[in-house]
């Protein structure tokens, strides 16, 4: 196969400002050499405005998406929102699933997501009849990314309980396959393809008994597969450990051995200090979803005491109310203003590294996220032609896109040396809004 020159006009390499004028030749799907300062040659591909490498969407429920918009006219709380989120649930099929699937990862790769963490939960039937393939809907989902044109984690989730000590009830039937074991070897039977990895989850320590999260972490340790677990998102939940287990959420999930380098926390929203000290210590990754917080009314997590303590930040869009990354890692660190009155707690290098390279570690992507020699050839380009990034100047392009860019401003999208998005238009499944429309009606008509 004959190299891909590209040539960006500016591009992040990895330090604290963007370089100028980047040739990356990419031989099939790696990157295999980056030169800054270059000349432009006559048979590159020219990308203008800003290079980044691929963003990596830490955490995702792909159904989430039918709900957008619609959960607002009544207001109601986290728990009337589960409620609309499992009437969708109720009413999907490997077929649908898929549909709306690939459009949410297509309008993902639009904006500039190249590898998606997939937390899913959704495995059986009505009333947890099993499917002839037990999980067709987890291969609905590879195949829906691999269609969309970008990489995907399947984080296959561990729920088996309704509540501390309660059974699943109604649409929870179809998450639960009575117990970790059972569960261990359903996933078993999945396979890591070129675009698509397997991962475990935890749904949280109301989902999962305490003598059953070993199994799952065990699962992913001897695989060395990552696993991701919602973690004290709401205050009930903390409330519910302590009262069945006289700990916290953290300190259970320490415990019993779930935490460490492998493992990514999602929300980590209601922590103690000790809480925090332990996740650091582990080196668990921290997963925040600012959007989907604030969506829901959870809270503002302790991003930068966690990050303090030592654990690595990765973003998510978690039920997909919107998605957009530069969206996620500018509200890290505005919330952070927000509830402490201060501001410069991130830096712009800082955000995007949580949502290029270190959101791809966290799914087992370590090779991805880089633009560097020997990096898969996942790579966005920002254009600075629209009014959002007018009037950006080259010493604070990396300023300009965490606090000024928007998913729309994605223009270029390069996955595995193939171009997903060209032009701002998804190159294989062409409208996107179309998709997503006939998907959602489909599902919530
Ligand atoms: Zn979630």
């Known amino acids: 196969m004959p190299v891909t020159r590209f040539f960006a006009e500016h591009a992040w390499l990895g330090q604290v400002t963007a370089a100028a004028d980047v040739l990356i030749d990419v031989d099939g799907e790696r990157i ?3 030169r800054a300062g270059a000349d432009r040659p006559a048979d590159a591909v020219h990308l203008a405005g800003v290079t980044l490498p691929g ?25 009337t929102w589960r409620e609309d989120m499992y009437a969708v649930a109720a009413v999907l ?7 709306l699937a690939r459009a949410t990862y297509a309008e993902m790769a639009m904006a500039g997501i190249t590898c998606v963490g997939e937390f899913h939960y959704l495995h059986h039937g009505p009333d947890g009849a099993r499917y002839a393939d037990p999980n067709a809907l987890g291969e609905a989902l590879i195949a829906a990314a691999g269609d969309a044109g970008i990489r995907l984690t399947l984080l296959d989730t561990c729920y088996l309980t309704g509540g501390v000590d309660q059974g699943l009830q109604g649409t929870q039937l179809r998450f639960g396959d009575g117990d970790a074991a059972a569960w261990a070897d359903r996933v078993s039977g999945l396979q890591d393809r070129e675009h698509a990895r397997i991962g475990a989850a935890i749904h949280s320590v109301r989902a999962v008994p305490a003598d059953q999260l070993r199994t799952v972490a065990g699962w992913a340790q001897d695989r060395r ?6 973690l004290s998102e709401q205050r009930a939940e903390n409330d519910a450990c302590l009262a069945a287990h006289g700990r916290t959420p ?10 460490g380098p492998g493992t990514t926390a999602v929300h980590a929203t209601h922590l103690t200090r000790f809480d925090i000290d332990l996740l650091g210590a582990s080196g668990t990754t921290i ?7 604030r969506d829901l009314a959870d809270g503002i997590g302790p991003a930068r005491a966690l990050a303090d303590a030592g654990s690595p930040l990765s973003l998510g869009s978690d039920s997909n109310a919107v998605i957009d990354l530069f969206e996620e890692a500018r509200a ?3 919330d952070e203003r927000l509830a402490s009155e201060r501001r410069g707690h991130w830096s712009a290098a800082t955000l ?10 966290s799914l087992g992507w370590a090779e991805a996220g880089r633009l560097e020699v020997g990096a898969l050839a996942d790579f966005v380009t920002v254009s600075l032609g629209s009014v959002r990034l007018a009037g950006a100047r080259p010493a604070t392009l990396l300023e300009s896109l965490v606090f000024a860019a928007g998913a729309p401003d994605v223009q270029e999208v390069v996955v595995g040396g193939r171009q997903v998005v060209s032009g701002g238009r998804h190159t294989t499944v062409g409208d996107v809004a179309e998709a997503l429309d006939a998907a959602i009606a489909a599902v919530l008509p």
């Open 32 to 34: 295999v050499e980056v």
């Open 55 to 79: 963003l990596a969407n830490g955490h995702s429920h792909a159904f989430h998406r039918a709900l957008r918009g619609r959960t607002h006219r009544a207001g109601g709380t986290f728990w």
């Open 93 to 99: 099929t490997p077929d649908s699933y898929y549909a």
């Open 225 to 230: 597969a990552p696993l991701h677990v919602h």
């Open 250 to 259: 953290t300190r259970l999930l320490a415990d019993e051995d779930v935490l």
């Open 287 to 293: 997963c925040m979803c600012p959007t989907t917080e």
């Open 332 to 334: 890290v660190e505005l």
């Open 352 to 361: 995007l590294r949580a949502a290029t390279g270190d959101g791809h570690a």
